[in-house]
């Protein structure tokens, strides 16, 4: 069975994804397809005895597209010679941001245009001055040729609407383009029939008859209108999509470039990277990166490990220890041996796994393109009928083809082209006043389905750093006690020396507390158990509760079983071999934690916590915001956390990831919809769907009502974008001309289309009152 990628061109909506992917489908041979709408790409699983990439190609050419097959080489081939930040990896970052400058180009253009066009074609109906040249009978033919000329730039510039749109009317697969074309083409087709007319009339001398007929029937500005518009949309959509894609980027840039070797005879050496090999042996000093994944040979030091593994606390790390590459040496300087180097490595599998997601994230349906696939054969069936029967009755071309043209032009689809992209703007520009970035319309419109939230918990549902939590002094043989302020100076004096996260969390509360360190003597640290020294001539130490028991002193166990039931880390001191009290350090649970998860369960909305810490930290903190037992996993990597939203997925869920640390970007970009804390690595921010710039897990609900909102307005115009077609269209066609004697001519029936597209727009208007209900706004 052969896996193999393709770079697809010509997909511009929902609809040509779902017609590639069928495409491809119907061929024998074909196990599985995933095309990327976002990135352009398709994956495909076939047996090579059945099917070849050439026979696939062919396949997408045949449905109106183009696919080729990309060279991404064999990572595994190239063993350990390909390093984190192998070639291979690429975003679709460069051909999205090209694809949005040549947006701007064709809407600037089209605007420029547009302007004058609308007012010398509009002016008349207005009352709006214009030069008598525009205005005097005898000029006619003058106003519709600038009117033409004016037009022309439009549509050179917006040709890809009638490329891509009659391209999929001709293989029996409309698309929007398709109602673009058809809507834009039917209003210049009889704004030109009209000028044969206006000329004919001129030849025979009736100024008059012919300045009727330019009032009458030149849509030509309808045309731009038409065009202008949806490329607002459009623009406003590619701009968005342009900034998703640079998160393999991030990733890649977290491992450090290069890396100190060491020799057998201790000689050190400065290598790239990717000249590793399993074996080495690679010298880490405080501060730096760690290049590739291995096993601690000398030192010991404190690790940050969040990039992989979301845990605040870094680790105590010694000799066997594994290390991990993209993590951070916060301490000590240690050597290591590489054993996992290049395609390998933790960071390496992550950046995988991104890629994965991202190729076979569920698409994204429109409403309105499913819509067209019905919409547009109805409409030119109605009008061919119409131009028919009125043919018939009538013998009469001119009456038939304005009855035909009428039928086109009042069901021209702008309202329905509109529908979607107006409410979607209103909608991300609301979620901006509110700090929610949607990065695309699929996430605001997938937002709306989703029935599930995976929360990180570090810096997620908690803040992100330790901080003290308690401060118990403990009672001496003689009775006596410190306070508490006496146990800090005391923390604050042995921890002011000490690098290890948890002296921060402590120095940072005698810091609020206004205590300053007093010096000590004969200060050692006691690799990953704690800290001694000396204050005049009494010893003093720090630690955990294995310190206490080599000093010789008991610890409460039932106290230090407490702190583990919540989540919290204690610290033990002692003075003069005698225990004198503990300060515990935990992760804080935000202050506004337990009411998202509150407003999620109003929304119908079920959170699950998702942590590598473990079950009984992770218990402790889910207890605190209100989330049942069932609804922790915890003791998870990174790996485990994208496959925990892949298995939701297929139980029937339709998820959604909220995280901030680079561990979280497989899980984000395997979800449904990707939302990252603003406070959180950039790498989980660029990867993310929609980014949450308060850091405040409130902005979920928000977020996931604003996206009901929109789209409940979407369907709305929708309905009425199709209500009014069922109505206008019968009326077009000439259905109560035997009763009334009177029809819908091309006029009235572009009239109604324009006032269409404002009862569109200024429902997408109302979007700006939003208030989310579910958090009390």
Known sequence: MAHEKFDVGGMTCAACQAHVDKAVCSLAGVKDVSVNLLSGSMTVDFDENQVSPDDICTAVDRAGYSATPVDTGTVAQAGAAAGPGAAHHESPTKKLEAAAASMKTRLIVSIVFLIPLFYIGMGHMLGWPLPAVFTDHIHAMTLALTELMLLLPILYMNRAYFINGFKSLAHRAPTMDALIAIGATASVAWSIY????????????????????????????????????????????????????????????????????????????????????VGATVRVRPGESIPVDGIVLEGTSAIDESALTGESIPQEKNPGDTVHAATINRTGAFTFRATRVGADTSLAKIIQLVEDANATKAPIARLADKVAGVFVPIVLVIALVTFIIWMVLTQNINEALTAGVAVVVISCPCALGLATPVAIMVGTGKGAEMGVLFKSAEALETLHTVDTVVLDKTGTVTQ???????ILPARRAD???????????????????????????????????????????????????????????????????????????????????????????????????????????????????????????????????????????????????????????????????????RELQEHGHTVAMVGDGINDSPALARADVGLAIGAGADVAKEGADVVLMHSDLLDVARAIELSRAVIRNIKQDLFWALFYNSLGIPLAAGVLYPVLGWQLSPMFGAAAMSLSSVCVVANALRLRTFRPKSVGE
């Open 194 to 277: 009209a000028m044969f007319v206006m000329a004919d009339q001129l030849a025979y001398g009736d100024v008059h008859g012919a300045a009727a007929t330019a009032m009458d029937n030149l849509y030509l500005e309808s045309a731009g209108t038409i065009l202008t518009l949806v490329t607002v949309g459009k623009y406003l959509e590619t701009r968005s999509k342009s900034k998703t894609g640079s998160a393999i980027e991030a990733l890649i840039d977290l491992a450090p470039k290069t890396a100190t070797l060491v020799a057998a005879d201790g000689t050190e050496t400065t290598v790239d990277v990717d000249a590793i090999p």
């Open 464 to 470: 992100g750093r330790p901080a003290v939590t308690d």
């Open 479 to 645: 009775g006596s006690a410190m306070s508490e302020k006496q146990l800090l100076k005391l923390a604050a004096a042995l921890e002011k020396s000490s690098e290890h996260p948890l002296a921060e969390a402590i120095m940072a509360e005698a810091d609020a507390r206004g205590i300053v360190a007093r010096p000590v003597a004969d200060f050692a640290a006691v690799p990953g158990r704690g800290v001694t020294a000396r204050e005049g001539q009494s010893p003093i130490a720090a630690g955990n509760a294995q310190l206490m028991a080599e000093l010789g002193i008991e610890v409460d166990r039932q106290q230090l079983e407490a702190f583990a039931r919540a989540g919290k880390t204690p610290l033990f001191f002692a003075k003069n071999s005698e225990l004198v009290g503990t300060i515990a350090v935990a992760d804080e649970v935000k202050p506004t934690s337990r009411a998202a998860i509150e407003a999620l369960g109003c929304l119908g909305v079920r959170a699950v916590m998702l942590t590598g810490d473990n079950r009984l930290t992770a218990r402790a903190i889910a207890r605190t915001v209100g989330l049942a037992d069932d609804a922790v996993i915890a003791d998870v990597m990174p790996a485990d956390k994208e496959r925990c939203v």
